[in-house]
């Protein structure tokens, strides 16, 4: 067993104990995948934000996004637990952002 391998079955193991790693690890494999899982279009628009109590908030760049995902809300929580295989994510909550390239590039408040 490699290195990594072996890397890997240890934070597995260590985030069945722990639930904010293991939120931490869903998010992230989410935020990896995101356009694979919802598709070009939709990842556009929204994005995974956070993860808490089996509750995915997505952010918008544009309000009017933010009712308009209601429609595609159980279409995209039926991908989001077909992609990890198990229901993971029970509900999705939404929140207009500043546009994500924007966010992303914006300069750390650490910084200042």
């Given at each position: 067993m490699s290195a990594h391998q072996q890397l890997k079955?240890?934070?597995k193991a260590m985030?069945?104990?722990n639930p904010v790693l293991s939120h931490g690890?869903?998010?992230a494999a989410l935020e990896r995948s995101w356009e694979e899982i919802v598709g070009k279009e939709l990842a556009q628009k929204c994005w995974p934000e956070r993860?808490?109590?089996q509750v995915l908030?997505?952010?918008t760049d544009n309000p009017s996004w933010t009712q308009q995902l209601r429609f595609y809300e159980k279409d995209i929580l039926s991908k989001i637990n077909g992609f990890f295989k198990?229901?993971?994510i029970y509900?999705?909550?939404y929140e207009p952002t500043k546009n994500k390239r924007e966010v992303l590039s914006a300069?750390?408040?650490a910084a200042e």
């Open positions: 079955d240890i934070i985030a069945r104990d690890l869903e998010l993860l808490r109590d908030w997505l952010s198990r229901q993971t509900a999705l909550r300069p750390s408040r």
